[in-house]
């Protein structure tokens, strides 16, 4: 039995297909089954039934799922010890929230790039739900998503936070002052936020249930650009990142509204599988911590 053999079974078991754990482990599929299969024949017993479309473990390969964990957990902490100042190398498959991507993102990659040159660096950019969806199923490194995560197989620690401003075109309302707009008055107006998969949704909920207010409509977009824009269009109020926020006002294109309490700020996290003890993950935690930055805006108007 050789570490490769126990990794190939272990990744196959733990991810949502053996394609994403062959993706993981940098190899082919034929090759992460050819794996498996010398592993079988060493322990002499089949560890998963192929004789459906997807494979899936035996009751032999349920029990020694555990055990392998504990294996590589062992071997990977090995590892990291023994190449804790070494570069390092292969792929870093990581997924990002779209705020991430449009402030700090770029800072972080090149940093990466800078400690790391042999490292081939492959940043996914999307919804926090979507992003961490992946990471649970094997298919990403890590995530840097609003958090922390509920998930019993991810670890979360918190590296950062943003914060929002609530905003309107200034003259969204032709009959009074947008500056006189109240909480209680979302019950007449739509209000434009990002959808329930992304992280805001946590800060919004608190926020609409201290005020006990629900919005006449609630408009919803995934891309934080769209929402600037449909808000800039005059279509409903809603609230930007700060930085975004201030800029757009120090244009006129949209105003504060002073008597909207604040939302408290979004905790962001650096999420990782609870069994994946590569020094990678510790390496890219660190850097990820040193460069979390949401009010230096790298992309933002």
């Not at 006129?252 to 700020?265: A, C, I, M, N």
Request: proline share 5%; hydrophobic share 45%.
């Amino acid at each position: 039995m050789t570490l490769k053999q126990l990794e190939a079974f272990y990744w196959a078991a733990t991810c949502a297909s053996f394609a994403i754990a062959a993706g993981r482990l940098n190899i082919s599929v034929s090759s992460l089954s050819k794996r498996i299969s010398e592993l079988e024949d060493s322990l002499g017993a089949e560890l998963f039934n192929r004789s459906g479309r997807a494979a899936s473990l035996t009751a032999s390969g349920q029990q020694l799922v555990p055990h392998a964990r504990d294996l590589l957990a062992h071997a990977g902490r090995f590892l990291s010890l023994a190449k804790s100042n070494s570069a390092l190398e292969g792929r870093c498959r990581f997924g990002a929230g779209e705020l991430t991507g449009l402030t700090w993102l770029s800072r972080m990659v090149d940093k990466l790039q800078q400690a790391h040159p042999q490292l081939l660096v492959e940043p996914s950019v999307g919804v926090g739900q979507t992003i961490e969806e992946r990471l649970a199923e094997g298919d990403l490194d890590f995530a840097l998503i609003a958090g922390p995560s509920t998930r019993a197989s991810i670890s979360s620690q918190i590296i950062g936070q943003a914060e929002f401003e609530w905003v309107s075109r200034p003259d969204l309302l032709a009959s009074a002052d947008i500056s006189t707009l109240l909480p209680e008055n979302l019950v007449e107006t739509v209000l434009i936020s990002l959808p329930a998969t992304a992280g805001t949704v946590r800060i919004l909920d608190d926020w609409l249930a201290d005020q006990h207010v629900s919005p006449k409509r609630l408009l919803s977009c995934e891309n934080w650009g769209a929402i600037a824009g449909l808000i800039v269009q005059g279509l409903g109020i809603g609230f930007l990142p700060k930085a975004w926020a201030k800029s757009l006002v120090s244009r006129g294109l949209l105003v504060e509204l002073p008597r909207f309490p604040s939302l408290r700020p979004l905790q962001y996290t650096f999420q990782w599988r609870r069994d994946d003890n590569r020094a990678l993950i510790e390496q890219c935690r660190h850097i990820a911590s040193e460069c979390i930055e949401f009010h230096a805006p790298v992309t933002l108007p």
